[in-house]
């Protein structure tokens, strides 16, 4: 499960933005990218130009690095992350380079474009980083769907479902852990783009 994202300001190694997803780093921003810029530096392949890819451990979070024309992005996780949310991340960190290209040189510390962003910047980590699978799905309210069209596992899912409240996809994978966890996480893709389920803003 995804803890915590930052992006960094890769000449100055300084924050420009955090999120926390769970409350469980408790370490201040520019602390630590301020180590992990350091470790990153040692090698390439963090920050290499093309765009790169650096796994390493942090204090037992799983941290996951990509850097593209200025930016570096870092997402916090329990386990290493699928190549879905890796792809994510690059197409986040290109996006948000190109969106705040004038401050890539000569910044000058402000962080106020960034917090005048936040809900704009937000809103494409959880588009990318697939944020929304972390809040409770609920069934579709179109009645005419039909479950015979879906597999022995997405009907399970879709009528867990139906039956529990607060219903989020970590709940789920506890729930089904006999089945791998990539062919769970399809299922669950499956449900919402073809209109099952839909999922919520919040655990409320």
Not at 46 to 52: A, E, F, L, S, W
Not at 96 to 102: G, I
Not at 107 to 114: E, K, N, R
Request: with cysteine; net charge negative.
């Amino acid at each position: 499960m995804l803890q915590k994202v930052l992006i960094v300001h890769q000449e100055t190694s300084l924050p420009v933005f955090e999120k926390d997803i769970e409350n469980t780093v408790p370490y201040d921003a520019a602390m630590i990218t301020g180590v992990l810029q350091a470790i990153s530096s040692i090698g390439q392949e963090m920050i290499g130009r093309p765009t790169g890819f650096k796994k390493l451990q942090y204090h037992g979070f799983e941290v996951t690095g990509s850097y593209f024309n200025g930016f570096t992005i870092y997402v916090f996780s329990e386990t290493e992350l699928v190549e879905e949310i890796e792809k994510g991340m690059q197409d986040l960190i290109k996006w948000f380079s190109k969106t705040f290209n004038s401050k890539k040189d000569n910044w000058d510390g402000s962080l106020d474009v960034f917090k005048i962003s936040r809900a704009i910047i937000e809103s494409k980590i959880s588009q990318n980083l697939f944020i929304w699978l972390l809040y409770p799905f609920k069934t579709s309210k179109d009645q005419n769907m039909e479950e015979e069209n879906l597999s022995i596992l997405g009907k399970q899912i879709f009528e867990c479902i139906e039956k529990e409240q607060k219903c989020s996809a970590a709940l789920i994978l506890d729930h089904f852990k006999i089945y791998d966890e990539e062919e769970i996480l399809f299922e669950i893709f499956n449900l919402v783009i073809n209109g099952y389920i839909e999922t919520t803003s919040n655990d409320k």
